[in-house]
């Protein structure tokens, strides 16, 4: 019936704004929010995974695109070139050493998307700072949303269908 219909669709824009705000704020949690989609019977678990991975990737894709857009500014242009080249031997000098490392797994056209997308579905390496980093970096936008958003949604499908028993009927 119509009013059914109708909460399975606040349901999923629930989930996709529950996603969102994940992304952008990383203490709320989207595995929490797939177990309790799943206890009230409101939507399934693939539904559920989906419509929140999408909501954290479209969360990704927008922090993504803020950085990328922010270190175009000149005050902050300026003061990353004012900057002295770290010593060797100081922590700073080791920190930049794994930032290097990491912008050319980001850039890396084979590992990078792989290093996205593992991000996303296991956050190895975490999310939050691969997003960042590669907006820092010559990482393609597009490539990035996707990997990022198809291993959101990886996560939380797999989740979802965990909590229902679907790998139980497997073992």
């Not at 820092?136 to 990022?148: D, E, H």
Request: glycine share 12%; charged share 10%; aromatic share 12%.
């Amino acid at each position: 019936h119509a009013g059914g219909m109708s909460n399975v669709w606040w349901q999923l824009l629930l989930a996709f704004g529950y996603g969102l705000l994940g992304s952008l704020i990383p203490v709320i949690n989207g595995e929490a929010f797939v177990v309790a989609a799943i206890a009230t019977h409101l939507i399934g678990p693939v539904e559920a995974g989906i419509c929140l991975g999408l909501g954290q990737g479209v969360g990704k894709m927008i922090l993504f695109q803020v950085v990328r857009q922010a270190k175009r500014l000149p005050v902050l242009h300026r003061k990353l070139l004012s900057r002295p080249e770290p010593q060797p031997g100081t922590w700073r000098y080791r920190w930049s050493r794994v930032m290097r490392w990491g912008i050319a797994l980001v850039e890396h056209p084979r590992w990078g998307p792989l290093g996205v997308f593992l991000s996303g579905s296991v956050s190895v390496p975490p999310n939050y700072p691969t997003t960042i980093l590669a907006a820092t970096t010559k990482a393609n936008f597009a490539v990035f949303s996707i990997f990022m958003t198809l291993g959101f949604i990886t996560r939380y499908v797999v989740v979802g269908l965990a909590v229902t028993g679907v790998f139980q009927r497997f073992s």
